[in-house]
DNA sequence: TAATAGTATTAACATTGTTCAATATATTTG
DNA sequence: CAAATATATTGAACAATGTTAATACTATTA
């Protein structure tokens, strides 16, 4: 029965190689089941022998670009000096991913999840993925400076925060409306947070 | 010609106010032309001869909306210190606000305006509501003490971000996932935020 | 090779936004 | 006032989409 499960994998890959690829490409617009089902080299009904419906299958793919968007993230801020300073390269490295990938900024804030299931993981996975990214820098302040673990949680969920606040209102509500002064607002926010380490040190 | 203007407001406003009672009522899901024009008591198809499309109709409900919520958190408000106090109880009425209504929140926010057109001036609408609702205590605020205006503007568009911010994760992806723990970060972020103006003081 | 189980596909349906020709209504004019 | 004209309203129809169910196809196995 191992066979079986293989190709079921193979299936479900083809399905969501097809989906990240219409994703990046032609944007959430353009997907549907009979696009998705096109590039994948199939019909649109076999896709629904191995997804419950349209939004399991665009969901799983929130995994695939968490990686790719980390190791994009990763090789940005390489040469960035660990800690604070690491932490804003990797806040901007976050947000502009989004920027270049809008579909994926939909997908991931967005999109309606579906029926329970595989709900609230999937939320968290989003909810969770700029800390992540930053896990080992606020490990690296707090080894090397003395601050109310208070206080940084308190920071690393107005990062969070601000972070998505600004991609909502820059991506759906053309605010601000240059790309120059988005970047320039998204230093001066970024600035303001992290500056407040300097008045939390203990 | 007069008269057939009051007539065409009369029409538009018929449609307006079917939408926001299904807005308000069944929700975003339940809206759609035809539900619309049978709440207003005409055909689907009379709705195009007053609107380009069914988008244009359901954001010319934005501005009532935002003078119901303005009227709502003025009333919430009312017994609220000026000043510091009052912005803070400003922006918590907001956010509780779209929680009241979450198709008004994505209307707000998450609905994409169609084409060019009314497209800047709602968007810039949404963007600027807070802070509007702020204006009157930010002003008190100025008048007392002595802080750089770019302070101000960097804690206002904080307070806009992370508003935005939490709302999303809140509506979208159930982040926090009780209401009891969102109402709990919500003050703590917001109490983060207006610290600052304490720090800020020169 | 024939029966069976599993897989893929076509056909079909429901829902939605939108357009358009036909119908009903209102207004103007002789 | 009645005929002619302009305007408003409407149902029919189309295209796009998600989904299901019956049918055709393929591979496995007895």
Redesign the interface.
């Known amino acids: 029965m191992v066979n079986k499960d293989i190709q079921e994998q193979r299936m479900k890959g083809y399905f969501m190689q097809a989906t990240k690829e219409l994703l990046k490409g032609e944007g959430l617009r353009s997907i549907n089941v009979r696009s998705i089902a096109a590039q994948a080299g199939y019909s649109y009904a076999t896709l629904y022998n191995y997804f419950r419906d349209v939004k399991e299958l665009v969901f799983l793919c929130v995994n695939d670009f968490q990686e790719e968007c980390a190791a994009e993230i990763r090789l940005k801020v390489e040469k960035t000096p660990p800690g604070q300073e690491r932490i804003k390269a990797i806040a901007k490295a976050y947000i502009a991913y989004f920027v270049q990938y809008p579909s994926v900024f939909n997908l991931f804030?967005?999109e309606?999840?579906g029926d329970i299931g595989q709900?609230?993981p999937t939320?968290?996975l989003?909810?969770t993925f700029l800390d992540g990214l930053c896990a080992d820098e606020w490990a690296y302040i707090i080894q090397n400076k003395n601050i109310d673990s208070k206080d940084i949680s308190?920071i690393k969920?107005?990062l969070?925060?601000?972070?998505?606040?600004?991609l909502?209102?820059y991506m759906?509500?053309?605010?601000p409306?240059g790309y120059q002064e988005f970047i320039e607002?998204i230093d001066?926010?970024i600035n303001?947070?992290m500056s407040?380490l300097e008045?939390a040190i203990s």
Chains 1, 2 share one sequence.
Request: glycine share 2%; net charge positive.
């Open positions: 804030f967005i309606k999840l709900k609230q939320a968290n989003i909810f308190t969920l107005q969070n925060y601000v972070s998505a606040g600004m909502l209102y759906n509500r053309i605010q409306a607002t001066l926010q303001a947070i407040r008045t």
